[in-house]
């Protein structure tokens, strides 16, 4: 379903890709800065690609999520995350 996902916290700020080597469904990868702006979002990316995703601009955070999810809740790059913690 679309309420679950992936988040990778990064230890530098910078544009480092992410791929979809061993992942067999598409996704949508959101790139977010530190301040919480969505700095990119690939969109129902290629299953399997070996391919680089590197976002437009410096990112620390890194959230994969079922494909379609970016444009199902209207996120774009002017979108501000608000982290939740859960247990």
């Avoid at 990119?40 to 494909?67: D, W, Y």
Wanted: overall charge positive; cysteine-free; hydrophobic content about 40%.
């Amino acid at each position: 379903g679309y309420d679950r996902g992936m988040l990778f916290v990064f230890d530098s700020v910078d544009r480092g890709s992410m791929w979809m080597k061993n992942t067999p469904l598409p996704l949508d990868i959101v790139f977010v800065a530190p301040d919480s702006q969505v700095v990119n979002i690939a969109r129902r990316t290629t299953p399997l690609s070996e391919e680089k995703i590197t976002p437009e601009a410096p990112r620390k955070f890194v959230v994969e999520v079922r494909a379609g999810f970016a444009d199902r809740f209207g996120l774009t790059d002017s979108t501000r995350v608000r982290w939740t913690r859960t247990e």
